[in-house]
């Protein structure tokens, strides 16, 4: 076989590890958060509390984030294939089961092991990155990585499918209803399994075979890792947060359906994932570091005007009297284009950040990527928390935002900092080749 030959089966067998991968890491995503959508449903059968409902949707997030790192070794060090196909094998059991949960604690316990499926994020980004060559890698993980788009799978069809099926049973054990989701979803996570086993390369790519595991940890004392990984937090963090907590906010504070709720939040959501090949392919031309520019401007615009609250300035006159100034509210379709916005910025961003990853981290991506991953994943577990403190001690629905704009301040002034240190470097002539990873290789920021 000739080169040229070679070189186009090496690119058929990278297309096969980018298309299924992203397809499973889509069901896995879509199982993962599925208890978002689910909550009102499942509180009303269970009789649960907002606050005990909160820990089953909290600790499957939890658990689909703190294996990322070792999940991202593993398979640099045994290859993505198989790491792909038991993550999607084994989600399926709890997934299954949790359709025939009858207590808060096995619901509880089932969410956690649901939550395994969140892993598979860097499995399958250090699985990509090992088949991409260097000039694709930012399109190949952005693509993989819109595979985010599975949050919004159970909030678009959810609603419609339990409304559909509630009362009947399918083939004498099956209940409708709520607990319909789960079954579905666990006959897709087996059936992608098989498709994964089988429809993608046995000679996998193992970068990390044979590493020590001290090599493999190294690039983690970089200052840098944990740099993109507080970006991460801002971009995918805080996104997974907010589709978990956008569709009660949209009830409560606009006096929506769940149905209606769903919608508006897949709005946000959509961007949030599909435009990550696009922030892969514009970091793939103009450089990382841009994207990240772009993405952090529109995120402070967004949340900057998200996070005023609504109301009036009263005056009260010298007779006693007071009058209404500057009423502002913002309804429900401005509210929804910001959020469109924002998650733009972010489906940009969370590309931006894993295309420095293998430019800066050659042959180290499972291990950074999966510290960036796990500190991106357990955001989405403590931001909740704050954005309801937040709402707690200010008395406004919209901290949620304030806490975003300060979170993707810091991150933004943080990156600016790095870049005029090594303009005064480096300067004159650095401002062209900041893309460049060797410039920045002495001195870790």
Known sequence: MSSTELDKAELRAANRVMWISTIGFTIMFAAWLMFGILGVKIQEELGLSKVEFSWIAAVAILNGSLWRLPAGMITDRIGGRKVMTYLLASSAIPAYFVSQAESYTMLLILAFLVGFAGNSFTAGTAWNAAWQ???????????????????????????????????????????????????????????????????????????????????????????????????????????????????????????????????????????????????????????????????????????????????????????????????YAMGVVPFTILLFLLGSAMGIGKAGVYKHIPEYFPGRVGSVGGLVGMLGGLGGFFLPPMFAYAELWSGFP???????????????????????????????????????PRLTQPAPA
């Open 133 to 327: 060559p260097r000039e694709r890698q930012g399109f190949a993980l952005g693509l993989f990585g819109a595979g985010n788009v599975g949050a919004s799978v159970t909030k678009l069809i959810g609603p419609g499918i339990i409304g559909a099926t509630t009362g009947s049973v399918y083939l004498g054990f099956i209940d409708g209803g709520w607990r319909f989701i789960p079954v579905l979803y666990a006959v897709l996570l087996v059936l992608m399994a098989l498709v994964t086993w089988f429809g993608t390369p046995s000679q996998d790519k193992m970068p990390g075979h044979g590493t020590p595991l001290k090599v493999q940890l190294a690039p983690l004392g970089t200052i840098r890792a944990w740099r993109f990984s507080l970006y991460y937090v801002a971009v995918f963090g805080a996104y997974v947060a907010l589709s978990s907590v956008l569709p009660t906010y949209y009830v409560t504070n606009f006096d929506v359906s769940l149905a209606t709720a769903g919608f508006l939040t897949a709005v946000f959501i959509f961007p949030a994932s599909l435009l990550r090949p696009l922030g892969g392919w514009l970091a793939d031309r103009w450089g990382a570091r841009r994207v990240m520019y772009l993405s952090f401007g529109l995120m402070l615009l967004a949340s900057g005007v998200l996070m005023m609250p609504d109301g009036y300035i009263v005056i009260t006159h010298p007779d006693g009297s007071t009058t209404e100034h500057l009423r």
């Open 398 to 436: 919209t901290a949620t935002f304030f806490v975003m704009f300060l979170l993707t301040l810091v991150c933004a002034v943080w990156m600016h900092i790095v870049v005029l240190r090594l303009l005064r470097e480096h300067a004159p002539g650095v401002s062209g080749k900041l893309e460049d």
